[in-house]
Every structure is written in structure tokens, then in C-alpha cells.
């Protein structure tokens, strides 16, 4: 981009100041500048937050353990014959860095390991290695990076060998970015040669995977099945054939891996249907009603917490693809540069950042298996050093399942 179009482009925004320090940089650092401007979409930028209106919310129909139970063998066999024909593959959402562990690295780098080196990327490694040895084939992993930790997470794997995993089926590729702003809608910069930008959330995992080439890969190899993951839990089972299976006998375009709340509290997504569609209510959106509502059989009737392990139909995927998700805007303390150009760490919110959800991606769907895992056994977070879903808790966990630590 030459320097005249990036003021049209900035002009026509209201974001001329993200040019004010360009006649300070070297060449190389001008170019980087006008490349971040031409690549980055700034109608996302806006100051009108979130209405935060719902529509009607009921429970949804939950499938658990005692019939996955009854059923298991009948699901294993579907789900491992689909993994034989490759038609499954898994998609890591890893863009997040260790910061609230105590750590600059990319969070799957940490350490969970008490008398041994056990990483979180290698924990998930291993429970994907455990489908690959019941099913005789290895699955495509996708691994979703960010910017700031690209470079060091496919590092670590080639330090690592990939532990053990065949690298011809792993692929890197970077989740799309959106600028941060001010609360008068002014996007900052982080640098004077840089646009202070931020994930643009979970839901924009398909859309990244299609600019970085992923589809091709997932075209080419025939899979119909992506089963997506966030990085933080280090015991949940990743193209789990019973999982697989039972989403596909069901007709739905998705499947959902939940939990059994431990507490009426918990700070969890709850699924939930809303409009007739499958949706999520965060914890802090249920009303009393909610949490005195019972099933037929007197089970509670939004007591199922989400995992983020979700299992979507490529087909439909692609058909929605092309549509707009819903734009949240959350308010986050953004480190950047003042008109001066001194370095700004804020300690407390100072404008936006602006996020799509995979729980919009589910709700534009047809039908949600939800399919109910027990905690104890597929449900370890790591999203503290210490107390709940910590470090200390998963490490418990793992020992409780046999891992050596």
C-alpha cells in the first residue's frame, strides 16, 4: 500500500492519527505500518456497546452418561470408522499466552510436570495419540496461533519432535486480528510503527483457517468432521470416536462436550437453546428461574456447562461461512503509545476490543448434540496458577488418571 491510499483508507475511517509518528520511522518500519493498515478491516471499530438483549432461552435436550453408556460400542463403531476414512480432524485453538500462569510464553509451552517435563501442548498431543493408536491412522491437527506467539509455539513443537506426533499432519496457521480503540472509537497504536490489535475471539477460528489455506488441506484430505478445542484443558479427549459417533447418528450439525455443574455457581457457559436454537447462557446471565428449572426426571434444567470442545459438520460450516457473526465489544486495559509517544500500561479498562464467539457460530446451526463427559475424567482447566480451575487442580486431576507427573 503507497502512503496516499493508506491516508484515503484512514481518512474515510476517522483514523488519521494511526499515521501521526510515520515521518519518524525507517523505511522499513513506514512499510510495515501501511502493510498492517491496508490488511486490517476497520469497520469493526465502534463505540455503541453490546444491547446485551437475548432472546427467549429454554433448556435443551441433553444426551447423558447412561445412555452414552447403553449406546457406547454402537457410537465407537461410527466414530472410528469415520476417523479410519479420515473424514475427522481437530482444531487447536492456541493463540493465548501464559501471562495469568506467570509465564511470556505461549500458554501450551507451560510446564505441568512435578518430577518430569509434561507441557500442555503435550498433553493434548498425547490424548490425540490415543485415538490414533485405537484407530490404526493419524488425524489432521490444525493449530490456531496468534501474532504474538506464532513463531515460538511452532518452534517449541520442532524442539519438541512434535512430541511423537507426525508432523506431515500438523499445520500452523494464525488467527485473524482486529485493532483496539479508545472509548471514542480512536484505535490505537502499540508502537509508532504499530496497530494495537487484539484476537478477534473464538468464533473467528473457520474464517482464519480459510485465509491461512487450512480448507484447501481439509478439502483435499476429504474431511467432513472438525473437532475444536481450546488449549486449556489437559484432559479432554480430542476426536473421541464415541463423541464422533453419536453427533453423527444424530443428524446435528454440531455437537457440544459438557459437564455436569459442580455448583449451582460455577462460572460456567450453560447450554441452553434460545429462539428454538442452540445458544449458551454465561453463569452470570442466569436468572433464579433458571436455576430452580427442572427436566421431566427432576435434573436441573441448565446444569450442563460448556467445555469449549464442539464438533462441527465441514458442510455446514461452509454454509455459513460467507455470514456475519454478531461483533462483541468488551472493555480491556490496552497497553499503547500516547500522542507523545510514551508507553502506556493502564491499570484499569481503557477501551475496547471487539470479538465473535463460537457460541454465534453454533446458534446459526441446525441442531446441537449435547453430549454429557464426565468431569473428573475430561474436565481440568488451566486458567490460574493456584485454587479453582489452577495448575494445582489439573495437576490432582491428572494423577487421579494415571498420569505420571
Not at 338 to 353: A, F
Request: proline fraction near 4%.
Amino acid at each position: 500500500m503507497l502512503l496516499d491510499e493508506a491516508i484515503n483508507k484512514l481518512e474515510a475511517c476517522n483514523q488519521k492519527q494511526l499515521l501521526r509518528f510515520y515521518n519518524e520511522l525507517d523505511p522499513e518500519k513506514q512499510n510495515m505500518l501501511l502493510s498492517q493498515i491496508e490488511a486490517t478491516d476497520f469497520s469493526v471499530v465502534r463505540t455503541d456497546k453490546d444491547s446485551g438483549a437475548r432472546g427467549a432461552i429454554t433448556p435443551i435436550e441433553v444426551t447423558g452418561m447412561s445412555e452414552i453408556n447403553l449406546r457406547r460400542n454402537e457410537f465407537m463403531s461410527v466414530g472410528l470408522s469415520e476417523i479410519r476414512s479420515g473424514h475427522v480432524a481437530a482444531v487447536l485453538l492456541a493463540g493465548g499466552m501464559g501471562t495469568r500462569l506467570g509465564s511470556d510464553a505461549p500458554k501450551g509451552m507451560y510446564n505441568v510436570g512435578i518430577t518430569r517435563d509434561l507441557y500442555i501442548f503435550e498433553c493434548l498431543i498425547n490424548n490425540i495419540k490415543d485415538v490414533t493408536k485405537a484407530s490404526g491412522n493419524s488425524i489432521h491437527l490444525f493449530v490456531m496461533t496468534s501474532d504474538r506467539n506464532n513463531d515460538a509455539t511452532i518452534g517449541f513443537f520442532r524442539e519438541k519432535n512434535y512430541f511423537g506426533y507426525d508432523p506431515d499432519y500438523v499445520h500452523f496457521f494464525i488467527q485473524d486480528m482486529a485493532p483496539a480503540s479508545d472509548y471514542n472509537g480512536k484505535v490505537y497504536l502499540e508502537e509508532k510503527w504499530k496497530i494495537s490489535t487484539s484476537p478477534n475471539g473464538n468464533g473467528g477460528w473457520y474464517s482464519s483457517m480459510a485465509k491461512g489455506g487450512m480448507l484447501d488441506i481439509v478439502k483435499d484430505n476429504g474431511i467432513e468432521w472438525l473437532n475444536v478445542f481450546s488449549v486449556d484443558n489437559v484432559l479432554q479427549r480430542i476426536a473421541d470416536p464415541v463423541f464422533v459417533g453419536a453427533t453423527k447418528l444424530s443428524g446435528c450439525s454440531v455437537g457440544a462436550k459438557v459437564i455436569r455443574k459442580a455448583s449451582p455457581d460455577e462460572r460456567v457457559g450453560v447450554i441452553c437453546l434460545e429462539d428454538g436454537r442452540p445458544s449458551i447462557v454465561e453463569y452470570y446471565e442466569l436468572t433464579d428461574e433458571m436455576r430452580e428449572a427442572k427436566f421431566p426426571n427432576g435434573d436441573p434444567a441448565y446444569n450442563f456447562g460448556v467445555t469449549l470442545n464442539y464438533l462441527f459438520r465441514v458442510e455446514e460450516l461452509n454454509a455459513i461461512i460467507g455470514k456475519s457473526l454478531p461483533l462483541h465489544i468488551v472493555e480491556k486495559k490496552i497497553p499503547h503509545i500516547d500522542e507523545h509517544g510514551e508507553h502506556i500500561e493502564p491499570d484499569k479498562p481503557n477501551g475496547y476490543k471487539f470479538e465473535t464467539l463460537i457460541l454465534d457460530m453454533i446458534h446459526m446451526l441446525n441442531g446441537c448434540l449435547v453430549f454429557e463427559v464426565d468431569r473428573k475424567h475430561e474436565f481440568a482447566p488451566i486458567k490460574n496458577r493456584t485454587g479453582v480451575d489452577s495448575v494445582e487442580s489439573a495437576r490432582e486431576l491428572l494423577k487421579l488418571n494415571g498420569v505420571i507427573l
